[in-house]
T-cell receptor, first 112, second 112 residues
């Protein structure tokens, strides 16, 4: 079946770069998404990439998409303690229903 | 900005009770979704709706039903709450199939 996989945990020091990886099994998505969830809150759209792009940069965030390997990554430069959260990648899979399939989420811990 | 409002942040209910979780969005979105979020399992889709009075089963609809009488409101109903329905419930909406999802802040439901 369709699946989106992420590693569950990443720990970095403040000021370092963080790289969160995601693989997906199939996608007809026009866009692939990264969401951020802070403790006790819902998911907030962080950034997204158009499926015919390889890279998108948005301030401290860089999204890389390798369609051949079905791999998506999110790089956060100069990671701050406020970046500590759970990060989810998501895509529409091969479905036309419009529902998003989410990875399990990567918990990013930023140490001072 | 899109606002998705879930009526309760925390709910405690007893086994066997009928539970209503309410969600309202203010952007005239056609599509609305209910997910549940559990540690280690990520987000799982319960039900979604493309339009008023329309509903579609997601991946885990058992034990749940939904109601969409008005475009802005999508209700999740637990007919007879059970302890395995203790979870974080997230409502989301979007305007088009390939649009990003906008989430509410979630309702943490505990069934005792």
């Amino acid at each position: 079946g369709e699946d989106v996989e992420q590693s569950l945990f990443l720990s970095v020091r403040e000021g370092d770069s963080s790289v969160i990886n995601c693989t997906y099994t199939d996608s007809s998505s026009t866009y692939l998404y990264w969401y951020k969830q802070e403790p006790g809150a819902g998911l907030q759209l962080l950034t997204y990439i158009f499926s015919n792009m390889d890279m998108k940069q948005d301030q401290r965030l860089t999204v890389l998409l390798n369609k051949k390997d079905k791999h998506l990554s999110l790089r956060i430069a100069d990671t701050q303690t406020g970046d500590s959260a759970i990060y989810f990648c998501a895509d529409h899979g091969s479905s036309n229903t419009g529902k998003l399939i989410f990875g399990q989420g990567t918990t990013l811990q930023v140490k001072p | 900005d899109v606002k998705v409002t879930q009526s309760s942040r925390y709910l405690v209910k007893r086994t066997g009770e009928k539970v209503f979780l309410e969600c309202v969005q203010d952007m005239d979105h056609e599509n609305m979704f209910w997910y549940r979020q559990d540690p280690g399992l990520g987000l799982r889709l319960i039900y979604f709706s493309y339009d008023v009075k329309m509903k579609e089963k997601g991946d885990i609809p058992e034990g749940y039903s939904v109601s969409r009488e008005k475009k802005e409101r999508f209700s999740l109903i637990l007919e007879s709450a059970s302890t395995n329905q203790t979870s974080m419930y997230l409502c989301a909406s979007k305007i088009l199939r390939d649009s990003p999802l906008h989430f509410g802040n979630g309702t943490r439901l505990t069934v005792t």
